[in-house]
């Protein structure tokens, strides 16, 4: 039998700096341009910093239909509160899973004043008969992210999917994302099986990471190619944020914080906002 394909390292992408929510500083990984290539991912955001100018405005009041936000806090305390009666505190190594479904309207403000800020923002899909959803909220501690460690180092927080046996903090059925943050020692190569229809990218967030010997920087998104095998080695110890998932091939029309899959919808989104029928 042959042996399964190992995904090449396709693109790197260097993100684009900017400023969202009330003025937090970040870097947005993944985008527009990258949305039908990474289908079912519609955006990444890498936020990070020392400096309290750079996020203690946080995310004010502000609306989402037709997808799900998915939160992971690296560093520091930031308060969700929604409109369907939702709230939480994320605090260093938690998750925070938002499904937004048909509106919902939420605030993320950060609970502290000083010291370092850090995490991703991930923005995933919803099918088409899904979008008008109930909305759905669970915050996750650090200690309850289910955790793995392999024989040869590698350790692995499995936040979404499955991997090496240990089943995610969250499943999706329909987009079957897997996400997990690795932490792979000096020279020992990590080898995670993906099926070769979904689309993949990783991130390393401390240290660089290598896919068949091309680099990926830190803080940069490496895309990845097709194959059934991905496997990641690195020169210094170093932490990635791997993500994967099945694609649904469906038309995405995007308008700020709504995804929905025509501009008629975004219309009707719109008027139901202005009519402040979307909480």
């Not at 936020?47 to 609306?63: E, L, M, Q, R, T």
């Not at 020279?187 to 990783?202: D, E, G, L, M």
């Not at 995007?254 to 929905?260: D, E, I, L, Y």
């Amino acid at each position: 039998m042959p042996q399964p394909a190992l995904r090449a390292l396709e693109q790197v992408v260097s993100g684009r700096l900017t400023r969202d929510g009330a003025g937090v500083s970040l870097t947005r990984l993944l985008e527009r341009p990258l949305q039908q290539r990474l289908d079912p991912f519609l955006m990444l955001d890498l936020f990070g910093s020392d400096h309290p100018d750079d996020y203690i405005a946080g995310f004010p009041d502000h609306p989402h239909r037709g997808f799900e936000t998915i939160t992971y806090m690296l560093a520091g305390r930031m308060r969700h509160q929604d409109s369907a009666g939702h709230q939480g505190l994320l605090e260093s190594g938690g998750l925070q899973w938002m499904i937004a479904g048909r509106g919902v309207i939420h605030s993320e403000l950060p609970e502290q004043q000083e010291g370092r800020m850090a995490g991703f923002q991930l923005w995933l899909n919803l099918p088409a008969a899904q979008k008008l959803c109930e909305p759905w909220y669970r915050d996750f501690r650090a200690e309850e992210l289910p955790r793995f460690r392999l024989d040869h180092g590698v350790e692995g927080i499995v936040l979404a999917g499955e991997s090496h046996g240990v089943e995610g903090a969250v499943q999706r059925p329909q987009t079957e994302p897997l996400i997990l943050d690795l932490k792979l020692p000096p020279h020992i190569p990590f080898r995670q099986s993906i099926p070769a229809a979904y689309h993949a990218f990783v991130v390393p967030f401390a240290g660089s990471v290598e896919v068949q010997g091309q680099r990926i920087p830190t803080h940069q998104l490496g895309i990845l190619g097709s194959g059934e095998i991905l496997e990641l080695q690195s020169s210094s110890p170093t932490r990635v944020l791997l993500v994967a998932g099945r694609p649904l091939g469906e038309p995405i029309v995007q308008h700020g914080p709504f995804v929905m899959n025509s501009q008629q919808e975004i219309e009707e989104t719109l008027a139901a906002y202005g009519a402040g029928l979307l909480a």
